[in-house]
Nanobody
């Protein structure tokens, strides 16, 4: 059973920073493609960032490029999202997601939420203006 637990959310002023972390209870964490998604009130869940199982491949939503950085530590079974220059539009519940990709290239990435069968419970990020 895959369990994902997010932490690090909170309230921050515009222009501030937060670092989200996701701890995965899985075997062979390095076999999992990982992603961050978010859902604002009244909106659909949207892609934020993804990182390949080897860590060499990353991609970001246009709205966060240059401000957010995704990283992973396969020895600690964690994936982090460093968020800088936060804007009120970044306010949302942020979700960590995982997908087993044992036989895929170590640089494979995906922005499609339907490709991720495992999800955490989410952590709230609120950015005040």
């Amino acid at each position: 059973q895959v369990q994902l637990v997010e932490s690090g959310g909170g309230l921050v002023q515009a222009g501030g920073s937060l670092r989200l972390s996701c701890a995965a209870s899985v075997r062979s964490f390095s076999s999992y493609l990982m992603g961050w998604f978010r859902q604002a009130p009244g909106k659909e869940r949207e892609f934020v960032a993804t990182i390949s199982r080897g860590g060499s491949g990353t991609d970001y939503a246009d709205s966060v490029k240059g401000r957010f950085t995704i990283s992973r530590n396969n020895a600690k079974n964690t994936v982090d999202l460093q968020m800088n220059s936060l804007e009120p539009e970044d306010t949302a519940v942020y979700y960590c997601a995982a997908s087993l990709k044992t036989y895929y290239s170590s640089s494979y990435i995906s922005t499609d939420p339907n490709e991720y069968p495992y999800w955490g419970q989410g952590t709230q990020v609120t950015v005040s203006s």
